[in-house]
């Protein structure tokens, strides 16, 4: 497994993404306990989780107690294994969404979430989504508060655009350590948040990389040029995406998200799949 950086720590270049493990169609416990555990035996060291994965209000915190269920269980050889959560989306009766990204609401949120994944400090705290009732530097500036009180060792948002990236780095005093946005071959309009991060040497993680729950198969058909190239490397058309991805700028870490053993470890393998540059033109 190759490597990159998230701040200052060095994680898998591939990640697994947790939400499938916990919201609507879910896989039965001892599938995803196994799937967590299949994700680390193959190299990965970034776990991305959040507290509203989940199928509403009634099991809230779902994915990071599953999520630290299964690291328990490896016992040592989750040594080294970075957790990233997320907090300020929430769950509602009949499994809606809302938002609160209050500095009330995010302090208590974070407290909720050390306690559940059982760690002294979080390795990364992303505030989830904008929350329009709340200004947004006072948002960042809980982020910088928790960093400061050594609840959480780095902060990120996610799905936010370029002039909220830069101010909440400017309200983190030069700290944030990475953003989580939406991109595949798909969603190309995160692109100039991908190319500010690399600008900006911020870790930039990009969720649903294959389209999305129930998507991944059908790249090949949304994408010919993938399924010929895989062809061509003995590679699948959705590792050659996320070596697609991996090629767009060192601080690219995709998080796949996964729901069964073999999901994890064949995206774990893009890591070894080398594409041209034609190749990568012709796929971009």
């Known amino acids: 497994m190759r490597t990159r950086r998230i701040g200052d720590v060095e994680v898998s270049a591939i990640g697994l993404g947790g939400m499938p493990l916990s919201i609507e169609g879910r896989p039965d416990r001892e599938r995803a306990l196994a799937t967590v555990r299949a994700a ?7 776990i991305d989780t959040a507290d509203a994965y989940s199928f509403d209000d ?16 490896l016992g040592s050889a989750a040594d080294g294994v970075f957790v ?3 907090g300020g989306h929430t769950r509602v009766a009949g499994g809606g969404w809302a938002l609160n990204g209050s500095p009330d609401y995010l302090r208590s949120a974070c407290d909720a ?22 200004p947004l530097a006072d948002s960042f500036g809980t982020l910088g508060e928790l960093l400061d009180a050594g609840k959480i060792k780095q902060a990120g948002i996610s799905n936010f655009n370029p002039d909220e990236i830069r101010q909440a780095n400017e309200v983190l ?5 990475a953003v989580q946005n939406q991109f595949s071959p798909s969603y190309r309009s995160s ?3 991908l190319e500010l991060c690399a600008e900006m040497g911020i870790a930039f993680l990009p969720w649903s990389p294959l389209g999305g729950i129930g998507k991944a198969g059908a790249l090949a058909e949304r994408g010919t040029a993938f399924a ?14 996320l070596a697609w991805m991996l090629a767009k700028a ?3 870490i995709p998080i796949p998200g996964a729901s069964r053993p073999e999901s994890i470890r064949s995206s774990a393998e893009a890591t070894h799949v080398e594409l041209t540059a034609d190749e990568l033109a012709r796929l971009d």
Not at 63 to 72: D, G, K, M, Q, S
Not at 173 to 177: E, Q, T
Not at 228 to 241: L, R, W
């Open 228 to 241: 010929e190239i895989a062809e061509a490397h003995g590679a699948s058309p959705q590792q050659v995406c």
């Open 113 to 134: 979430s050390l306690k559940r994944l059982g760690v002294e400090a979080i390795d990364l705290y992303q505030f989830h989504r904008p929350d329009p009732t709340v």
């Open 58 to 73: 009634q099991d809230f915190g779902h994915n990071e107690e599953l999520i630290a269920e299964a690291l328990r269980g």
């Open 250 to 252: 060192p601080v690219v």
């Open 173 to 177: 005093g030069g700290r944030l350590a």
């Open 191 to 193: 692109e100039p948040e």
């Open 84 to 86: 990233a959560t997320k």
């Open 40 to 46: 680390v035996e193959a190299g990965v060291t970034l």
